[in-house]
């Protein structure tokens, strides 16, 4: 099925550096998502982005739509070691296709 | 606790048996969604239903799988004969509706085939 690229894999960074990943689709979305999902546990939502070009923090977060409707990033600025966990971008387009496409997950560690 | 309930959080089977998983909901959620993740995999949509309605099933298995959304009671997703390769861990989210796309997960459930 389809999926989104996101990039990049996997990151291995020290507490306190800003982190950026991004989400690239060759579909277009009218809703761009990103969540985060711990060992042994469920996706948590963190920031959900409604209009292209909108730009929205949440705290250390920062996540931007793409103009073209086909990306997003997400940044997290000065990361601490409970950034950890693996982060999804979700793209979601509404009407008959009422449901999340998620990328295919950036894995984050933070040494302390 | 509010949100998104799952049960089991983890279930073993044996090949050739059934595993029967269930979520209810968030309150007030009428929009309940089933994913399915490999282990080192993303997320991949499996069915979307409404109340007593199966809206879209595009992602679901043709053979062995089954989810329905009864008026009374939580969402069931039914996997007969299970094989190895249906371990997993089924997440369920649910929506208000509206659009959105904000979905709220669950723990998930942990299928293990032996």
């Known amino acids: 099925g389809q999926q989104l690229n996101q990039s990049p894999q996997s990151m291995f960074i020290q507490e306190g550096e800003d982190v950026s990943m991004n989400c690239t689709s060759s579909s277009i979305f009218n809703t761009w998502l990103w969540y985060k999902q711990d060992p042994g546990e469920g996706p948590v939502l963190l920031i959900a982005?409604?209009?292209?070009?909108e730009l929205t923090s949440n705290g250390r977060l920062t996540a931007q739509f793409g103009i073209t409707r086909k990306d997003s990033f997400l940044n997290i600025s000065a990361s601490i070691p409970s950034d950890v966990g693996i982060y999804f971008c979700a793209g979601f387009y509404g009407g008959a296709t009422n449901k999340l496409i998620f990328g295919t997950g950036t894995l984050l560690a933070v040494q302390p | 606790n509010a949100g998104v309930m799952q049960n089991p959080r983890h279930l073993v089977r044996r090949r050739g048996q059934e595993a029967r998983l269930r979520c209810s909901p968030m309150k007030g959620h009428s929009h309940v969604y089933w994913y399915r993740q490999l282990p080192e995999e993303g997320l991949k949509f499996m069915v979307y239903l409404q109340k007593e309605n199966i809206i879209d099933e595009s992602g679901m298995p043709k053979e062995r799988f089954s989810a329905e959304f009864p008026k009374e009671g939580p969402s069931i997703l039914r996997i007969q004969q299970v094989v190895r390769g249906d371990s997993a861990a089924y997440f369920c989210a649910s929506s208000q509706g509206g659009g959105t796309g904000e979905l709220f997960f669950g723990e998930g459930s942990r299928l293990t085939v032996l």
């Open positions: 982005l409604y209009k292209a070009g």
